[in-house]
């Protein structure tokens, strides 16, 4: 099954509400790129006039996540995933509109081989870099990741 833009944002909004209606929606979605935004309004604001941190890093993780759940979905094998840690820098005041770019669409490649090939659980990070719409970086988040293949 092709996993779409659109379908993926139908899935947010039946299957993580909280960040749909904190504006999370996931923008590109390619073989090696996923790309989420989110904007600063009333629903995701923090009391310093911006986008609260935690609404942040559910589009960062969603721009890494969805990379995951595409590659899972195109394998003959089931997959269980897992966000196993995470860690994240903030580096300017996240107002306007966020984007989330994750890259690393390549290496989930490689490691989705990996656990084919032996047969146990592998542990990776994917990063995912924010930036605002004059194109500055506002955060860096790295989530650590696991996948295996279900029994």
Known sequence: MKLTVKQFNRFILYKLPSAYLCGVRLLTLN????????KFKWIN???FKSIYFAVLAMAAELSTGTLILKQTQENKHKFSTLVVGMNAQ??????GEIRFTC????DIKEHIHTAIKTQEGVAFTLESIGVDESGDEVAKFEFYWSIKIKA
């Open 31 to 38: 073989d090696s790129t996923a790309v989420a935004k989110v």
């Open 45 to 47: 604001q923090n009391p």
């Open 90 to 95: 903030f580096l300017k005041k996240a107002v």
């Open 103 to 106: 890259t690393g669409g390549d």
